[in-house]
């Protein structure tokens, strides 16, 4: 068996993680200056939370305000002047999508270093729970997981619970993404715990499981801040090809940056021949409806 040798391919990677207020401008403020202090660190990209326009409004069963918005408007037109401002990749976090047809999503952008859209994904699995009611405001995803090219990276985007769900990874790896980005709004909720245990463990090695069994970088950007009875922690982080966490936030507000080599993953992807070794024909009951 022989392996291609390993040839780098570097790409710095930034995530901004910060505290919302509820207001959607002094949000959409902080996350401009985030990108602004990304590039200024020689980024290639970086990535925003989760529904970073708004405080985490699902923690009702019914939001007093409505945070939704159309995709082409404030948010979009900022981040893509910002992106060609400062020649850097941006992961527009999430934003709440109203269509036209009053439709309404979790949807990520991802513009280039032009400025211009490669392309938006929305949110295919939607939780609902104590605390997590997002069932009540979005409709799942409709267009399937998606790839877009930047040209110095192909890159994947996943929405916070979609992180436990590998078939959504293995899915976007298989469509050529090299790198997975997980905008994501996750926290410890007073009073609401039905399972003991660490839940940011947990999270992060959901994740890490990801990026080893798909040999491909992992990057999870969460928000910080305590928002009525969620406390978010933070967190965010970097993993490599081989699951190592390369950069890790804490609870504060903040970039989390990284150099990583697709050169590496590539490399580790061949080393361990789990896409070669798969077995397709064997794995039908993954497409077969719930019970």
């Known amino acids: 068996m022989n392996i291609t040798p390993w040839s780098p391919r570097l790409v710095s990677i930034a995530l901004y993680q910060f505290a919302m207020t509820s207001e959607p401008q002094a949000n959409l403020d902080k996350a401009l200056l985030g990108i602004e202090q990304a590039a200024a660190q020689r980024a290639d990209i970086v990535c925003l939370p989760e529904l970073f326009r708004s405080p985490y409004f699902c923690v009702h069963e019914k939001s007093d305000r409505d945070y939704s918005e159309p995709l082409e408007g404030p948010v979009l037109d900022a981040l893509s002047a910002a992106a060609k ?146 406390d978010f922690w933070g967190g965010s982080f970097i993993a490599n090809g081989f699951g190592q966490v390369l950069a890790r936030g804490a609870e504060t507000s903040g970039l989390v940056q990284a150099e990583v080599d697709l050169g590496h993953s590539q490399y580790t992807r061949e080393s361990w021949r789990f896409f070669h070794n798969r077995r397709p024909d064997q794995y039908s009951v993954l497409t077969k409806e719930n019970s």
């Not at 938006?120 to 998606?146: C, L, M, S, W």
């Not at 979609?162 to 090299?178: H, K, M, N, S």
């Not at 798909?214 to 950007?221: K, Y």
């Open 85 to 230: 401002r400062h020649n850097i990749a941006v992961i527009g976090g999430s934003i709440y999508e109203r269509t036209k047809e009053g439709e309404l999503f979790n949807t990520s952008l991802v513009l280039r270093r032009d400025g211009s859209l490669a392309g938006t994904y929305r949110k295919v699995h939607i939780p609902h729970d104590p605390a997590f009611y997002e069932q009540n405001y979005f409709t799942p995803g409709d267009a399937g997981f998606q790839v877009f090219d930047l040209g110095f990276a192909k890159v994947g985007v996943l929405i916070c619970y979609d992180q436990w769900f590998p078939e959504a990874a293995r899915a976007t790896v298989l469509a050529g993404a090299e790198i997975l980005f997980y905008p994501t709004a996750i926290a410890r909720v007073r009073n609401v715990s039905p399972i003991e245990g660490n839940w940011q463990d947990a999270w992060e090695t959901v994740q890490r499981g990801h990026a080893i069994a798909n040999s491909v970088v992992v990057c999870a950007t969460n928000r910080v801040g305590t928002e009525g009875s969620s």
